[in-house]
């Protein structure tokens, strides 16, 4: 393809030209002759110094040594300057300390923000104030944190003295004592290695956590009080939340309670309901078996003109038409005491449990086809009866409503059925 290329491109191919040889300037050193071979340095021994005329080392002071030797320093300087101070401090000779000195109150830890009006307002609750005397810094006119408060009683020192300790104002919790430079003797401040507090003795192996105006166990036992006060308080949550959930679950039993009491209520409703559907229902079905034996009767009337056919007696045991319908007799289902009993059962039954209720149906069933049975056994030896002795009673006479329906109920093509199922059988032609 390179052939094809025009020559200005393919002179950008073409390789360069070789580097051209250049004689070196001078040997390399492994081919270098020298004229003196390497030696040792004692030739040089005789050149050295005497080791006694020698000065002795110097050693360098390292960083720690250095920190340690200003640091002692500092205490030498500082300890001179309270020697000083301690010479000149007389508290009873102080012109800044005016007024009756066990009536005056040290407060410390002040915030630098706070106010005179601010420390007037919150100590002149323990009673009235003669005087406060905020301390300033000399150089910078800035406050120290520290102030006395002169009250014109001395009860209500005591008072503030305790009960005002530990106080926050502005965010801060202030140290409450008594002056102690005036009534304390051989008492020094803590610029002049005085004071309570432990909090600036040396290194964290000497210095105490917590500085006041007394020991160490006034705030161990504020810590103590502290964490007491805190599982109290939980003990207390823990109380809370168990009386809450045995309030819940209280309330979810009631409510449980409330809806078996409404769905029981609702059930029984519906038994009232079906009750009174049955009771309808039976009455309609007795009224329909009362209408279709009267037809029935009516329809063997009507075709028993013939001379060897029986004609039902007049004085028979036959229902009157005109009594009110559903009403059979002594024995039949819709009788008034059978009535009276069925409304006691259902009375006592409502009381009754699910299963024992259920228990009364099946017994009302099985007494209901017994007592069917019986009005059957008895509507059949009738019949036999009045077929042998020639009378004219069919057999339904007698019977309960029960056993005239499952009589009623087989019915021939022609109408005529053997004695045993409730109907006299066409008599044979002689």
Not at 66 to 92: A, G, S
Not at 117 to 126: D, I, M, W
Not at 149 to 169: C, F, L, P
Request: glycine share 10%; with cysteine.
């Amino acid at each position: 393809m390179t052939q094809f290329l025009p020559p200005n491109l393919l002179a950008l191919f073409a390789p360069r030209d070789p580097i051209p040889y250049l004689p070196p300037l001078e040997k390399l050193p492994h081919e270098k002759h020298h004229n003196q071979p390497y030696c040792g340095i004692a030739p040089y021994i005789r050149e050295f110094e005497d080791p006694r005329d020698a000065p002795p080392p110097t050693r360098a002071e390292t960083r720690e040594e250095r920190m340690e030797r200003k640091r002692r320093e500092k205490i030498e300087r500082r300890q001179q300057e309270v020697e000083t101070e301690l010479k000149m401090w007389d508290p009873h000779n102080d012109p800044n300390a005016q007024g009756d000195a066990f009536k005056t109150l040290f407060v410390a830890r002040v915030n630098y923000d706070t106010t005179e009006s601010k420390l007037r307002r919150e100590f002149e609750v323990y009673g009235p104030i003669k005087r406060i005397h905020m301390v300033y810094s000399k150089r910078s006119g800035k406050p120290r944190g520290y102030a006395f408060i002169e009250y014109e009683h001395e009860r209500d020192m005591h008072s503030a003295y305790k009960h005002a300790d530990g106080k926050k104002i502005d965010g801060r919790r202030v140290l409450v004592d008594v002056e102690r430079g005036r009534t304390v003797k051989g008492w020094r401040p803590r610029r002049l290695g005085g004071g309570l507090g432990g909090t600036r003795r040396g290194g964290a192996d000497v210095n105490i956590r917590h500085s006041g105006r007394d020991d160490t166990s006034r705030y161990d036992e504020r810590d103590r009080d502290r964490d007491r006060e805190r599982e109290r308080r939980e003990r207390s949550r823990e109380r809370d939340k168990e009386r809450e959930r045995r309030r819940s679950r209280s309330r979810d039993r009631r409510r449980r309670s409330r809806s078996r009491d409404k769905e029981e209520r609702r059930r029984s409703r519906e038994r009232s309901k079906d009750k009174d559907r049955d009771r309808k229902r039976r009455s309609s079905r007795s009224r329909e078996r009362a209408r279709r034996e009267r037809e029935r009767k009516e329809e063997l009337r009507g075709s028993g003109g013939g001379g060897d056919m029986a004609e039902p007696s007049e004085a028979g045991d036959a229902p009157p038409d005109d009594g009110p319908p559903g009403e059979l007799g002594p024995d039949g289902p819709d009788g008034p005491e059978e009535k009276g009993r069925d409304r006691d059962r259902e009375r006592r039954r409502s009381h009754r449990s699910d299963r024992e209720r259920r228990r009364d149906r099946e017994r009302e069933r099985d007494r209901e086809h017994k007592r069917g049975e019986r009005g059957g056994e008895r509507g059949r030896d009738e019949a036999r009866g009045g077929a042998g002795g020639g009378g004219q009673d069919n057999g339904l006479e007698g019977l309960g409503s029960d056993g005239r329906d499952m009589y009623m109920e087989s019915e021939g093509g022609d109408g005529y059925l053997a004695p045993e199922n409730g109907y006299l059988m066409e008599a044979a032609p002689e």
